[in-house]
């Protein structure tokens, strides 16, 4: 879903930082939620912008400008899911916020390796507790990350997570060159989630350009999407098998996540649904043969799916060691801001794609929810998300069997105004905000994958576990680091 | 565990491996592309401007394989349709000037030199330690693959290991950002020698599309030079499969 919020790129917001903050908390306090916050420099002063929630679905846009040297007090201290996007405020901008629980270097951005060595992570006193340092380079083919546990003999009492290790610049690329070029960037932001962040990216400029995607080609991204939800739902079952030596659902489920990602590689010729999707339309070709190689292949999955699902969870050994472990409650998933399949497995019913319009209108996904919180339902969430997709995808294939030719490229941007585009990848909710300055250019691209707000809710779960439940806690969440570095 | 349940699993999953990794070839891969002989317009430099890495050089007609993303913005931009990209993964080369791709390239181009000192030395076990310093997880989870049911490169005594103590190469993905450029220098120097540095992707090659990006520090690589260049935005695990056994000359 996109949503246009005409800015006039010379005039300046009317509210202040104070009315601003005191707008936000009270639409919170209604029940709206926070889907991104952020600010830009400009001079001495800070552009602050807030999009909300409200029950309904609807968003809302709110702006103001702070002084930059005076700040204000951070929403985090009453709000908490404001946590990650102030603590980046205060690094993109150095906007000095007063009273924020957690005031330290989301990223370390355009720091060196050297800084991050004194980072000052959260310590437990007492004689008997002990830290566990891991990372940032861990014991697998994986992205680097830094974990501190402060446990008390096995148990961990509090793990704090700093990440920015990943940190390429991304935000800072998009602004460099014609942005509707950037797609290919785009699509390296998390690779795991090329399709999400290449149509959240893509909405936002077909807004900005005023162009019209074809519904046809509204489908067929879904089908990219719901092929790279299945990919990687498959790819994390396979590693929480591996993780807990559950030997045969690794190799099956990883020997089916090649048969996702091949037919993927058979529709826009990469593994990664790279090239799929690009403004204004998609980049893929569906014959005659092609449809039949994907119905063949989605018949497969739908079948030995099913199978492999009954052996896993119909194993006592395998659901004993995943129950009740890593329990994120429904309450402590909402007041952090957690989002997508990890907060759905938590019970909150959170899903762009139930309120999108479009493909997802005309052919509705089942959402799925899950009460218990704990890996079980994390992994019980992905299984029946996989289910739900591939029927989503063979009803969608029989009623749109022709896509579009590859789309021209888009006219030229819409001066002065800022943009919201939100996509359900399959971690949860990417948000791209792109805003044009008075002449059409780019001036802000604000970048936001669900793993920025979703790595605290694995810390918080992680209490009162044993650290060596940690592998399957953290697979469970299966989050990006570089979708949190950028 | 249910015995039937898993019988039938088993049934489903028949036989995943692929026999032979030399001669598969992924359909609908986007893999290595050719240059066809002839000219260009005059003044024509279309392929050049649509390249998100500047992985073309125009007049003559010049495709870097290492910066490459194998976006295919070319084929569709190129006005006498002189580039294509054929399904063939051995994209890998020992030399940067063997990444370039030329116009009437013979298809079977030796890019990767076999070295009999590395054939000795690693031919029959080959240990390798990856790190990623700012790759998408696209690279990482190409790399993974490897050694899943169906490429299985642990056939030929490669395996990917836990500690640089124990590992022959550095196999390196991301273009290295600022944060990560004294630990992968660290893993390189907690490795015993004989040890090689293997670039995977083009963001460790030659940047990628990171190569202007604030938060990249490369030094490392003016330092280490890789003795092996996997392209691609991520190699294919074939892609990956073929450069170390060409390499050892397997
Ligand atoms: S396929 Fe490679 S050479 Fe062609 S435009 Fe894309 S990155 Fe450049």
Redesign the pocket.
């Known amino acids: 879903m996109t949503v246009v919020v005409r800015w006039p790129g010379s005039a300046l917001p009317p509210a202040t930082a104070e009315s601003w903050r005191a707008d936000v908390l009270a639409r919170l306090r209604g029940g709206a939620r926070l889907v991104t916050l952020f600010g830009r420099r400009l001079g001495d002063q800070v552009l602050l912008t807030a999009v909300l929630q409200h029950p309904d679905g609807a968003l809302h846009v709110a702006r103001a400008l702070a002084l930059a040297d005076t700040g204000y007090r951070a929403l985090t201290a009453e709000h908490a899911a404001a946590h990650c996007f102030e603590r980046e405020l205060v690094e993109q901008t150095g906007l000095p916020l007063t009273d924020h629980p957690w005031p330290k270097p989301l990223r370390y951005q355009d720091r060196d390796q050297a800084a991050m060595a004194d980072h000052p992570f959260w310590q437990l006193q007492g004689k008997e507790v002990h830290e566990v340092a891991v990372g940032p380079i861990h014991a697998g083919v994986i992205e680097p990350g830094s974990f501190r546990f402060s446990c008390l003999g096995e148990q961990v009492h509090h793990l704090e997570i700093q990440l920015g290790y990943q940190h390429r610049g991304v935000e800072a690329r998009l602004l460099a060159g014609d942005p509707r070029r950037h797609t ?1 960037l785009v699509e390296t932001i998390a690779g795991d989630t090329s399709v999400a962040h290449a149509w959240a990216f893509g909405a936002a400029l077909e807004a900005l350009a005023d162009v019209a995607v074809p519904a046809a080609a509204v489908a067929a991204r879904g089908v990219a999407l719901e092929l790279e939800r299945i990919a990687m739902h498959l790819a994390g079952l396979s590693g929480l098998a591996t993780d807990i030596a559950f030997l045969q659902g690794a190799s099956s489920w990883g020997r089916l996540r090649t048969t996702a990602i091949n037919t993927s590689m058979r529709l826009c010729g990469s593994r990664f649904g790279r090239g799929a999707v690009r403004p204004g339309g998609v980049r893929m070709a569906l014959t005659a043969e092609l449809r039949a190689e994907v119905a063949a292949n989605l018949r497969l999955l739908q079948h030995d799916c099913a199978h492999v699902d009954d052996l896993f969870f119909g194993a006592r050994s395998a659901t004993h060691r995943l129950r009740g472990i890593g329990t994120l409650r429904p309450d402590v998933a909402a007041e952090i801001g957690v989002v997508g399949m990890a907060a759905r497995a938590s019970g909150l019913a959170l899903d762009a794609r139930t309120a999108a319009g479009g493909i997802w209108h005309e052919v509705p996904i089942a959402s799925v929810v899950h009460a218990d919180g704990d890996c079980l339902a994390r992994a019980r969430i992905r299984a029946d998300e996989i289910r739900a997709s591939l029927a989503w995808l063979s009803q969608v294939l029989e009623r749109h069997p022709e896509w579009p030719a590859p789309p021209p490229p888009l006219p030229s941007l819409a001066p002065g105004q800022f943009v919201v585009a939100i996509v359900e990848g399959w971690r949860g909710e990417v948000v791209h905000c792109l805003e044009t300055d008075e002449r059409g250019r780019l001036t802000h691209a604000k970048v936001q994958d669900p793993s920025l707000r979703n790595w605290l809710g694995l810390a918080v779960a992680m209490r009162g576990n044993e650290i060596s439940d940690f592998p399957i806690c953290n697979k469970s969440f299966d989050l990006s680091y570089c979708g949190h570095d950028l | 565990m249910n015995p039937w349940r898993s019988l039938r699993v088993r049934r489903d999953q028949g036989w995943q491996y692929i026999r032979d990794v030399r001669a598969a070839r992924p359909a609908g891969f ?1 893999g290595l ?1 050719q240059i066809a002989e002839g000219t260009c317009g005059a003044g024509c430099q279309a ?2 401007d ?7 050089s125009p007049q003559p007609l010049q ?3 290492g ?9 569709a ?1 190129c006005p006498e349709q002189r ?1 294509r ?1 054929t399904t063939d993964p051995r994209l890998a080369a020992t030399a940067p000037d063997e990444l370039q791709v030329r116009p009437g390239d013979a298809a079977d181009r030796t890019r990767v030199r076999a070295h009999a000192l590395f054939a000795r030395l690693f031919g029959r076990s080959l240990r390798l330690r990856q790190v990623s310093a700012g790759g998408c997880n696209a690279c990482e989870l190409e790399l993974n693959a490897t050694a899943n049911v169906n490429f299985d490169l642990q056939r030929f005594g490669i395996e990917w290991v836990a500690s640089p103590r124990h590992a022959d190469a550095l196999v390196l993905t991301g273009p290295i950002t600022a944060t990560m450029a004294d630990a992968v220098r660290s893993c390189w120097e907690a490795m015993p020698e004989p040890r090689f540095l293997v670039a995977v992707g ?1 963001c460790a090659i030659s940047g990628g599309l990171y190569a202007e990006a604030r938060g990249v520090q490369r030094t490392f690589l003016a330092d280490v030079a890789p003795v092996l260049y996997v392209p691609g ?1 991520p190699p294919h695990p074939l892609t990956f499969a073929h450069a170390i056994l060409d390499l050892l000359d397997r």
């Open positions: 290919p | 986007v592309p392929c050049a649509v390249c998100p890495t500047q992985a073309i495709l870097d394989l910066r490459c993303v194998f976006c295919t913005e070319c084929v931009a580039i990209f083009a935005c």
